[in-house]
C-alpha cells in the first residue's frame, strides 16, 4: 500500500474512504502506522469520527496522569490505580468503537432464544440488548 515519494513523505491510505494521503515523515512507518497517520489526516466523516474519539481517549489519558499522576501532590495515586483508570478508559473507547462498527447488533454474546421455546423469551432478550445498546450511548 505504501508508495515511496519525495524524501521523509510517503502515501498512505484512509482506512475508512481508502484516499490516498501524503504522511510527512512517513518513509520510516509500517504500513500499519502508515495507514493510522493518513487516517488521521483523512478529511473523510468516518476518519473524523475516528479522530474525534481517539483524541478523546489521549486526552483522557492525559489528564488521569495530570491529575492522579507524579505531580498530582496529595492526589497522586499508585501506578497500578492509574492503570486501572488507564484500561477504563481504553475499555470505554473500545466498545464505542465495536458498536458503531454495528458489532453489537449481533455480538454482546446474548444466548440464542431461537431453539423453539416461544417468542416471547426472544423478544425478552432484543429488549436487553437494545437497553445494552443505550447504556453504551452515554459515552457519546
Ligand atoms: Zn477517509
Known amino acids: 500500500m505504501a508508495k515511496q515519494s519525495k524524501a521523509g513523505a510517503s502515501y498512505g491510505a484512509c482506512r475508512f474512504?481508502?484516499?490516498?494521503?501524503?504522511?510527512e515523515d512517513g518513509a520510516e512507518m509500517t504500513a500499519p502506522q502508515l495507514e493510522e497517520a493518513a487516517t488521521m489526516l483523512c478529511g473523510c466523516d468516518e476518519a473524523i469520527k475516528y479522530q474525534q474519539e481517539k483524541n478523546r481517549r489521549t486526552v483522557a489519558k492525559q489528564r488521569i496522569n495530570e491529575l492522579f499522576g507524579e505531580d498530582a501532590g496529595e492526589y497522586k495515586q499508585p501506578e497500578t490505580v492509574r492503570e486501572i483508570m488507564l484500561?477504563?478508559?481504553?475499555?470505554?473507547?473500545?466498545?464505542?468503537?465495536?458498536?458503531?462498527?454495528?458489532?453489537?447488533?449481533?455480538g454482546a454474546s446474548l444466548p440464542d432464544?431461537?431453539?423453539?421455546?416461544?417468542?416471547?423469551?426472544?423478544?425478552?432478550?432484543?429488549?436487553?440488548?437494545?437497553?445494552?445498546?443505550?447504556?453504551?450511548?452515554?459515552?457519546?
Request: net charge positive; proline share 0%; charged share 20%.
Open 17 to 23: 474512504c481508502g484516499q490516498s494521503v501524503i504522511v
Open 113 to 140: 432464544h431461537a431453539n423453539g421455546k416461544g417468542q416471547n423469551k426472544g423478544r425478552a432478550g432484543n429488549q436487553r440488548q437494545q437497553r445494552i445498546c443505550a447504556v453504551g450511548g452515554i459515552w457519546q
Open 87 to 106: 484500561n477504563a478508559v481504553d475499555a470505554i473507547c473500545d466498545k464505542k468503537n465495536e458498536s458503531r462498527n454495528g458489532n453489537d447488533q449481533n
